[in-house]
């Protein structure tokens, strides 16, 4: 997995805001903008995810023969650009975001003669915090970082500066085509097939609540919101799937129902405008090549303000999306109190009428086994005016919610960042989010993925643990066939926004997908075992993972197995046989999970 480096190095230290993501298996816009300036430019440059730095890198700078040697490599490159952008706090499966501790090492090993540009959301707020590397040839923008490094290869010097609607549109374009996408370890596997690469598009700039937006967010201080085409927006996602890509999620937007609104600048809620949007989905479906399209931020109160035309809006988006699409709609807290001090745009009555709705269209469940569309709910601890009994509203209002039989596919609870908020009250917090986690997700997990159902393509990325060791990335054991049926857990999750985390109770190689049936409940996130395992090269491991089979009964049934086959040349014919010559009950779900081949 060695680098070799030329031109300028693209560190893509993955990014993570109330309207972008980029932390894989997602691929982020702003990355992807950076590395399109080099694009245009025609300029050598090298792209590496943080990940890719750490597996190759981190091991250096511990000595200091590997650390000279790793410094002197970095001599020959131009320059560096490094994007931190994760400013939402969050657990990764497949990769971890640049900490302030990695980005300081970076800095003390690449030649302090270099220009390096350092951008996003993150290093603002490592900036207001105190942090001043000490370094020369540093330059930590404040605005867009692509146009800050445009800038900079055109006059050499640093000034901070924002795209124009003719930069977006070109480094979109030549960023769908850059190393970015081309070059990401996620794009395609080692064998060539199509890895689960998932590309984050932008739909628009900025916050429709520009004049009075959420204290704690960053979106309105990007100011009025600045459409992109609808035909910008596909051109662009055509040229990704020209060069691999088939999974998109429509990003880059606080509310995809605000699209080209009308009203943005008068009213408090914009009237959602279904003509662009739904254009742009039915669009981006005519590329038979697409396979898995989601959105992700909604706005409640302005579907609930506005129910006739988000309706429109909604049918679109039920007839055109994958199935497991979330709405992540931000509540941050029941409590009218702390909704008035800290600016939040949605109560209670508004969030529960947009639930409802989505509810209405998006229960219907698609191919994958998964509801169309379903809303996510985010709340946000330690805003001002918090009280204990802010945590009883929050309690009750989800209670309500569960009362009227809706379906939430997730409930987002985090404690608030940035400065000029209050202490959160850390024994109230942790009892709120327990009793949430026992009494609403759990009982919602069990509806929204039943015992004995059936989801489709889960895509397996980590051995034994929830997070993905960078040690399998490099072994290439864990990919290999071998594994295959052997003791251990092997997790992954299905490709698109929020899927849920599936742990299967044996190994299975790396970087494949699987069908698989429900077989049991956690907090968040489900065990579950593969269907259509032939009942003849079955192992003692698989067989044992069938609830009610157990090892014993699994041992027995490859007994007979291998008694019948090495004294009669014979192989099973039936499942059913397969128990009964056993001696072995069958359990409820053997016939779903087992075949004959």
């Known amino acids: ?113 270099k220009p390096v540009l350092c951008g996003g959301w993150a290093i603002r707020h490592w900036r207001y915090d105190g942090w001043m590397p000490l370094r020369s040839n540093l330059f930590c923008t404040v605005q867009d970082t692509d146009a800050t490094l445009d800038n900079f290869l055109s006059t050499n010097s640093w000034i901070n500066k924002k795209r124009s609607i003719d930069q977006w549109k070109n480094w979109a374009n030549k960023g769908a085509s850059s190393k970015a996408v081309v070059n990401h370890p996620d794009l395609f596997t080692i064998d060539g097939r199509n890895g689960p690469l998932t590309y984050e598009v932008e739909l628009y700039q900025g916050c429709v609540r520009f004049k009075r937006g959420c204290k704690f967010c960053i979106e309105p ?98 007839d055109t999306l994958s199935d497991g699409a979330v709405l992540s709609f931000g509540l941050e807290s029941a409590d009218p109190l702390v909704h008035s001090n800290n600016w939040l745009n949605c109560d209670p009555k508004q969030l529960i009428s947009a639930i409802s709705h989505i509810n209405d269209y998006g229960r219907e469940r698609g191919l994958r086994g998964l509801p169309k569309l379903l809303p996510g709910l985010n709340f946000i601890a330690g805003l001002n005016g918090e009280t204990a009994s802010s945590y009883q509203m929050n309690l009750k209002l989800l209670q309500d919610i569960r009362n009227k039989g809706l379906l939430l596919r997730r409930i987002n609870i985090r404690q608030v960042e940035g400065q000029g908020f209050q202490d959160i009250p850390e024994k ?97 996130s489900i065990s579950a075992v593969e269907i259509g395992l032939d009942i003849n090269n079955v192992t003692q491991n698989q067989l044992s993972a069938i609830p009610g089979l157990g090892v014993k009964g699994a041992w027995k049934i490859i007994s007979k197995r291998a008694i019948k086959l090495s004294k009669n040349n014979e192989k099973i014919t039936s499942v059913s046989e397969a128990f009964t010559s056993a001696g072995v009950n069958m359990p409820e779900l053997a016939d779903r999970i087992l075949v004959v081949k």
Not at 20 to 33: K, L, M, T, W
Not at 37 to 57: A, H, K, L
Not at 507 to 518: A, G, N, R, Y
Request: some cysteine; charged content about 25%; proline content about 6%.
């Open 221 to 318: 201080k990007k100011g009025i919101p600045i459409w992109r085409e609808e035909q910008d927006i596909i051109d662009e996602v055509n040229l990704a799937i020209e060069n691999g890509v088939q999974n998109i999620r429509l990003g880059g937007a606080t509310d995809v129902y605000t699209y080209k609104a009308e009203g943005v600048l008068d009213l408090e809620y914009p009237i959602p405008n279904p003509e662009p949007i739904s254009d742009l989905l039915f669009g981006l479906r005519e590329n038979e090549n697409l396979q898995i399209l989601h959105v992700d931020n909604g706005n409640p109160s302005i579907i609930a303000e506005n129910l006739g035309p988000s309706t429109e809006i909604t049918k679109a988006m039920i």
């Open 428 to 524: 109230i917090f942790k009892e709120f989010k327990e009793t949430v986690r026992n009494t609403i997700d759990k009982p919602l997990l069990e509806e929204l993925f039943p015992y004995g159902a059936i989801i489709r393509d889960v895509w397996w990325e980590s051995h034994n643990n929830r997070i993905r060791d960078p040690k399998q990335v490099v072994n290439l054991e864990h990919r290999d066939i071998s594994v295959y049926g052997k003791s251990g857990i092997t997790f992954g999750r299905q490709i698109g926004a929020y899927p849920i985390l599936t742990g299967i109770p044996y190994l299975l190689p790396l970087e494949t997908k699987s069908d698989v049936v429900i077989t049991g409940h956690g907090m968040r």
């Open 1 to 113: 997995m060695g680098f070799s480096m030329e031109g300028w190095l693209v560190l893509d230290g993955y990014e993570d805001e109330p309207a972008a993501f980029g932390v894989p298996n997602y691929v982020g816009f702003h990355i992807r903008y950076i590395c399109g300036v080099f694009e245009s430019r025609g300029i050598p440059y090298t792209y590496m995810t943080i990940d890719q730095w750490r597996i190759n890198n981190k091991h250096k700078l511990s000595s200091p023969d590997t650390r000279a040697k790793l410094k002197n490599e970095l001599s020959d490159l131009a320059g560096a650009v490094v994007l931190a952008g994760a400013v939402v706090p969050g657990k990764y499966v497949r990769g971890t975001p640049i900490s302030r501790r990695e980005l300081d090492q970076f800095l003390s090993i690449f030649p302090r003669e």
